[in-house]
């Protein structure tokens, strides 16, 4: 088995999942080629692993006993949520943690955005256990939810799933290294699907820790651009918010990627969080459709010019806003806060992506 991914290890084929060479199987930890590249250059593989695939090996996690810990991305919660978990938990309990935590703007109490998880999992039919929120990257609160986790679980295996790219692997590699003091096990990227099958990390009590392959949602940004551009639109820092006085009939160009359309309400105050390294372009309603075509791949990027043939076209979705304090959020790329009830937006996204509405989270 790869400790990088799980997946079994094979020498007869480089382009079938789990190659490594023959000199590798001498090694003490054995790692696929797969992982050893990504690990080491940074370069992804793709593989040829079905949804289905992944839905079948969460579908066993019902029949067995154990404690689920769902991670999730507090930066992109309802684009990284797992539709139908409570499908296939059975009747074990659920813990759900927030991953990420160290890109939301200080200002904001984790109490709150703690009660905000809770909220919102129940209105997608999930009633944790408990709510944590950590920052797997930086090692933040990852002691006291790893303690928590293990009074929790009652002598049973550990269950860790989630969507791909919220930072599952990173999540156990910082439990394995608090508990053990040992580095990097899991191969771990901000590309979707690094994961392909299930990992076991043995407990002191002969119970496991383990890591499910990601579940790709496909409806998440991350699928619609390149190796590139995923590091621009994935946040690795504080998110610092930016504050646009806007007129009715102005536009706010989140790259070439997505775009918000302020309608109707006089003129008011929005609010993006967004990766610091997208360029947010103004310009009027009335020249927002030719700018677009004029402009997407070079002053509007990403998508690149290269992308332009298979990038899709953006959908537009209208809303009235009926609550103060209300969020709009582009499925992976982040959110507009509408402070104001009573106006009238639209928010375009590449055919495919989500695009909701939600009580703010800040």
Known sequence: MCIGCGVKIQTENTEEIGYAPTSALEKEQIICQRCFRLKHYNEIQDVQLTDDDFLKILNGIGKNKGLIVKIVDIFDFNGSWLPGLHRFVGNNKVVLVGNKVDLLPKS???????????????????????????????????????????????NQDVYVVGCTNVGKSTFINRIIKEVTGDGDVITTSHFPGTTLDIIKIPLDDEKSLIDTPGIINHHQMAHFVDKQDLKVIT?????????????EGQTLFFGGLARFDYISGGRKSFVTFISNELMIHRTKLENADELYKKHVGEMLTPPRPNQLETFPDLVRHEFMIKEDKTDIVFSGLGWVTVNEAGVKVAAHVPRGVQVILRKSII
């Open 235 to 247: 946040p690795k820092k504080e998110i610092k918010p930016k504050v646009y006085q806007l007129n």
């Open 108 to 154: 904001i109490k984790p109490n709150k955005v703690i009660n905000w998880m809770k909220h919102e999992a129940k209105q997608l039919g999930l009633k944790p256990e408990d709510v944590f929120l950590v920052s797997a990257a930086k090692g933040n609160f990852i002691k006291e939810t790893a303690a928590a986790i293990d009074e929790l679980r009652g």
